[in-house]
């Protein structure tokens, strides 16, 4: 199976990878004869624009199943392997209309600007994880994969099965998650309004479950964060965004890979491929030219050359590459 499939199949939201734990589990950490580190306590800056920094009121009431309820602040979960159909099979089955806020012109926009590098991100954080079963502590901020991997996190919200509906954390007043570990959602919010996305500002939105890589994406790619997770425990899915100050080492150039990004992108998100290529390649170190309907990236000796068509769509992608990765 390639990087991509296992990519798309350990983060599927359809497949249950975790269930809520009855009583409190101790950390991966102290199992394997670590110490657990000391959490953030609200020292945390998101790399977010300062001007679309507002702080989020805590509203909205949900209904059970909305987020892991967490009397004691800790959330388990154990593999339960199940066959499931990879995500490019669920969207081709799939019947159900794109919901009004993914149709929404000025998601695609901020979806095309982000994506690159978060996805860029996403490819080496799902290579390091690869199939360790996970477990978080909201307590102290902390998402743990198998006995050897844990990360600082940052809580969005989650996806309730029961009504098919995405609950921000901002909006969950009985989600037992400390205030530092929701910062981002709060800055989302803010980041949102100033945009104009009604995603990132409604409460509560009826969305498909694939829907939920939009709003990881968006969110990794705005923050800087090494990646996201997609944590099934049992009644809904759990989305957490990665620190990049915690434990994955920064996404070297490796110009070479930029092709494949773009191509598994544009293969499965609805982007503005111009605002793809203008933001994703100098992120990767390229200067960018544009004569018409092509951009061309140049990176020391690599060089990569895209043709749109009529559309505003890449029709042809090549160029003077390394070794792919």
Same mark, same amino acid.
């Given at each position: 199976m390639g990087l991509w499939q296992k990519l798309f199949g350990w983060l599927s939201p359809s497949a249950p990878t975790a269930a809520p734990a009855e009583t409190p589990? #101790?950390? #991966?950490a102290a199992a394997a004869g670590g110490t657990p580190q000391e959490p953030a306590r609200g020292t945390r800056e998101p790399a977010f624009d300062p001007a679309a920094e507002l702080a989020a009121p805590l509203v909205g009431t949900p209904s059970a199943g909305d987020v892991p309820a967490a009397p004691a602040a800790h959330l388990a979960a154990e593999a339960a392997p199940s066959p499931q159909a990879d995500l490019f099979e669920a969207a081709a089955a799939r019947e159900a209309e794109v919901p009004p806020s993914i149709a929404d012109p000025a998601l695609c926009e901020a979806l095309s600007a982000y994506a690159g590098m978060a996805w860029d991100r996403q490819l080496d954080f799902a290579e390091r994880v690869g199939d360790r079963p996970w477990s978080a502590d909201t307590a102290q901020g902390l998402i743990a994969f198998g006995d050897d991997l844990r990360f600082r996190m940052q809580v969005l919200g989650s996806y309730s099965f029961q009504s098919g509906t995405w609950l921000w954390i901002?909006?969950?007043t009985q989600a037992e998650v400390a205030p530092a570990f929701t910062e981002v959602a709060r800055q989302l919010q803010g980041f949102g309004a100033a945009k104009n996305l009604a995603l990132?500002?409604? #409460?509560?939105?009826?969305?498909?479950q694939e829907d939920l890589h939009v709003i990881g994406l968006i969110a990794a790619g705005a923050d800087n964060s090494a990646g996201y997770y997609l944590g099934n425990y049992g009644e809904g899915i759990l989305l957490a965004l990665i620190d990049p100050d915690h434990g994955l080492p920064t996404t070297a150039p490796q110009p070479e890979r930029v092709p494949t990004v773009v191509s598994q992108l544009i293969s499965d998100f609805e982007l503005d491929h111009r605002v793809l290529l203008q933001h994703y390649l100098p992120a990767k170190g390229f200067s960018v030219q544009e004569t018409g309907s092509r951009i061309?990236?140049?990176?020391? #000796?690599h060089r990569i050359v895209a043709d749109l068509d009529g559309q505003g769509r890449i029709s042809a992608i090549s160029g003077s590459l390394g070794p792919a990765v």
């Open positions: 589990t #101790p950390h #991966p901002w909006a969950h990132f500002t409604e #409460p509560r939105t009826a969305l498909r061309t990236g140049q990176h020391g #000796p």
